[in-house]
């Protein structure tokens, strides 16, 4: 029902920014709640920073106040700014759209890579 493709990615020094995008499209009526996740090399996925459709926001405490979530719910798409990047950021970061409250029916973009490094 939803297909989310993840853009912005790239390569950056530490302390550059970054704007990922995540666009959704597909036969559904709504997104509920829009989600940031990402997986570092050898590393589990972590839950980055999350978006309701009211507007509450929740981050994982290693970005707060460096990133940003926001969505725009005209265009079903959910944006990352990523401010004063640091080498640990550096992971493969994946848009999870939920259609419920809960996240039992959500879906995943392909990923797209970020890489901080000098």
């Known amino acids: 029902q939803v297909q989310l493709v993840e853009s912005g990615g790239g390569v950056v020094q530490p302390g550059g920014s970054l704007r990922l995008s995540c666009a959704a499209s597909?036969?559904?009526?709504?997104?509920?709640?829009m989600v940031w996740y990402r997986q570092a090399p050898g590393k589990g996925r972590e839950l980055v920073a999350i978006?309701?459709?009211?507007?509450?926001?929740n981050y994982h405490h290693s970005v707060k106040g460096r990133f940003t979530i926001s969505r725009d719910n005209t265009k079903n798409t959910v944006y990352l700014q990523m401010n004063s990047l640091k080498p640990e950021d550096t992971a493969v970061y994946y848009c999870?759209?939920?259609?419920?409250?809960?996240?039992?029916?959500?879906?995943w973009g392909q990923g797209t890579q970020v890489t901080v490094s000098s």
């Open positions: 978006i309701t459709s009211g507007g509450n926001i």
């Open positions: 597909g036969r559904f009526f709504r997104i509920n709640t």
């Open positions: 999870n759209a939920w259609l419920d409250r809960f996240g039992s029916l959500a879906y």
